[in-house]
């Protein structure tokens, strides 16, 4: 088998099993979201653990994929990969980080969840994921990086 089979097979199954995870925890359940944002109605902190053991698995993954990349080496498939490299906090960060933030807190979407549940034939995912693929599209057009 190819490299490049082997690299879409692990990407499908890694994607499946993100979204089992996404499933079991509830994520893609809005009410939960916003359960876990309305931090003085009913708060809900679950969300918080799903994340912080999200966190916490993915860590010393990408501590061992960076120094890896520090010495020289290829990824695991033998393919050069990149790291994220910016540091600082720009406008546009920000801004971006805002529009999300409140996209997630009107909504309880973000977009992993998104996807599942559009995949599953909901339709006020199909349209989050609708809009939020004319937002990468606008995003492309009118910012050239």
Known sequence: MTNNRLTLIFSFLSGIIFAIGLIVSQMVNPEKVLGFLRIFHNWDPSLGL???????????????????????????NHEDYDLPT?????????IGSLIFG???????????????TALAGYSESMLFVVAML????LHAK????
């Open 50 to 76: 799903v994340m912080g053991g999200g966190i916490a698995l993915a860590m010393p993954v990408f501590f061992y994929v960076k120094s890896r990349k520090s010495e020289g080496k290829k990824a695991l």
């Open 134 to 137: 004319a937002g990468f599209w």
């Open 86 to 94: 910016a540091t600082k906090i720009t406008p546009q960060l920000v």
């Open 142 to 145: 009118l910012i050239k990086n």
């Open 102 to 116: 409140v996209g997630w807190g009107i909504l309880g979407f973000c977009p992993a969840p998104a996807l599942v």
